[in-house]
């Protein structure tokens, strides 16, 4: 199901990241078990810091994602997803070994101008599909961006 021009015309970033975090996990068990380069990771008791850089509590669990930001252009989220799950379904034996110690799943990020009933983020059943072979969870941060900010910043 492709997206109209009218609801393309209103998102403006779209990213999808999977993540794989337990409190014994270490990044580089998961790099070896998986032979994929995490985009970001942490292991407990890292250092942690915000985006001002200031000092916060250290990682209470060990993390391991990817993510498709920068690594795939398009406003729809069913492109995001296949892309990951190009990468991760081949290793599907590892990934749900590795979660009987912790928690998996993908954090969709998805901002527009227009949020009303029916214009959030669609989610084919390939991709839908993809995610139950993983037994993963999803969880969404849904943004609206306001078009008059948005023209301040240009």
């Known amino acids: 199901m492709g997206l109209s021009d009218l609801h393309l015309s209103h998102i403006r970033k779209v990213a999808v990241g999977f993540i794989i975090s337990g409190k014994n996990l270490t990044p580089q068990e998961i790099t070896n078990a998986l032979g994929l380069q995490p985009d970001h990771s942490a292991a407990c008791g890292d250092e942690r810091r915000n985006l001002e850089g200031a000092l916060l509590a250290p990682h209470d669990n060990g993390f391991w994602r ?38 998996i799943y993908f954090d969709i990020l998805w901002q527009s ?30 943004y609206q961006i306001d078009e008059e900010e948005e023209k301040c910043q240009s």
């Open 66 to 103: 990817l993510d498709t930001d920068d690594k795939v252009k398009s406003k729809d989220i069913n492109d995001h997803f296949r892309y990951l799950l190009s990468i991760l379904l081949p290793h599907r034996d590892a990934i749900l070994k590795l979660s009987q110690e912790g928690d």
């Open 113 to 142: 101008t227009y949020i009303y009933a029916g214009t959030g983020p669609i989610i084919d059943r390939d991709c839908l599909q993809g995610v139950s072979q993983l037994q993963a969870s999803m969880g969404f941060d849904i």
